[in-house]
């Protein structure tokens, strides 16, 4: 398995989210790609660093406004000196307002749904650095290297053509998915992030060339809670691409592994050229989240499932936050997916 990763990814690290009334400490810390990193060095992986030279895969996924928003929110901010020192948005459009102003607080809003995604000095370049992870990741997959781990953080399955939400701003897998596209024709996306993947059903939603099987939450319990239910199946051309299994709260490894099964099952029959695995870990039963209770040998097992495709495969790191399990949950799925001993 090849590794790939970008120092700059380290460069996003906002210490708190205002969420529940009140300051509580920010999920995706830089502490995880280090775990991450750690993890992949220890199992003696080949290991590349991506070249930050293909800008343009973004605009596959994203608008070239939100893009330029993204680049420039810091310095605009900055030049408030009444501001304090992380961006975080205070006001949001809502489903009857329309109009996108230019004005800083304005945009900000327009362009996310949520106080989730503090931006800092340097956020964008972990960012862009973390989408051309899975860029190059998949140019590697299409070159013949393969199963490709692209080492994404921050995540991206949350985040929408024009939106950051989520703990996420570019949407990793949907950019890397359309790459793919280019050699690979028709590809399948299987998302296990213990969240739905909004964002990239989403970009997808009408798609019938690429498929998204997402295992998750329901979305009536928990976040995203605007989409990720079992009737969103797709429209239009993609009707019937898009495969929802909202679980219950505190679900263990055996109805996890029976929906991800019927996903694969799925997948197979949709007969993709190339797999990718939006690979979150918050699904595990020590993860700060506290959702559901999958093990490390239910990872294992999953990893096993999935690879059972035999179709060229990228990991795509999601979620998945900081406990003394972390990187075990890592090395179990990874060792596995290769059918290496762990
Ligand atoms: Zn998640």
Redesign the pocket.
């Known amino acids: 398995m090849l590794v790939i990763h970008h120092p700059d990814q380290a460069l996003h690290d906002p210490d708190q989210v205002f969420r529940t009334g009140k300051f509580i400490a920010q999920p995706d810390r830089a502490e995880r790609y280090r775990v991450f990193l750690d993890i992949v060095t220890q199992l003696k992986l080949e290991i590349a660093v991506a070249p930050l030279d293909q800008a343009d895969a973004i605009a596959a996924v994203h608008d070239r406004d939100y893009v330029e928003f993204l680049k420039s929110v810091h310095s605009r901010w900055i030049e408030h000196p009444d501001y304090g020192p992380v961006v975080i948005p205070n006001v949001h459009p809502t489903h009857r307002m329309y109009r996108r102003p230019t004005e800083l607080l304005g945009e900000l809003g327009w362009y996310s749904n949520s106080t989730s995604c503090p931006i800092v000095t340097d956020t964008w370049r972990a960012v862009f650095a973390s989408a051309q992870v899975a860029v190059h990741g998949a140019d590697r997959l299409s070159a013949g290297n393969g199963p490709v781990y692209a080492m994404c953080r921050p995540p991206g399955h949350h985040a929408y053509p024009d939106l950051m939400t989520g703990v996420c701003f570019l949407n990793n897998a949907a950019i890397a998915a359309r790459r793919l596209m280019r050699s690979f024709g028709k590809v399948a996306i299987i998302d296990i992030?213990?969240?739905h993947c909004n964002g990239t059903q989403f970009v997808f939603w009408e798609d019938p060339d690429v498929f998204v099987a997402s295992i998750h939450v329901d979305p009536s319990l928990s976040a995203p809670y605007y989409a990720g239910y079992a009737d969103e199946t797709g429209a239009g051309q993609g009707k019937g691409a898009n495969f929802n299994q909202p679980l219950p709260w505190a679900t263990g490894n055996e109805p996890w592994l029976k929906a991800i099964e019927a996903a694969v099952s799925r997948i197979r029959g949709f007969a993709p050229g190339a797999l990718v695995v939006s690979l979150?870990f918050?699904a595990g039963a020590e993860d700060p989240?506290g959702t559901f209770k999958i093990t490390g040998d239910g990872f294992a097992e999953a990893a096993r499932r999935i690879a059972g495709l035999q179709v060229p495969t990228l990991l795509v790191q999601?979620?998945g936050y900081l406990s003394p399990a972390l990187g075990g949950y890592l090395q179990s799925f990874l060792t596995a997916f290769e059918g290496r001993a762990s």
Do not use: F, L, M, S
Request: net charge negative; proline share 0%; no cysteine.
């Open positions: 992030d213990v969240h979150g918050d989240v999601e979620g």
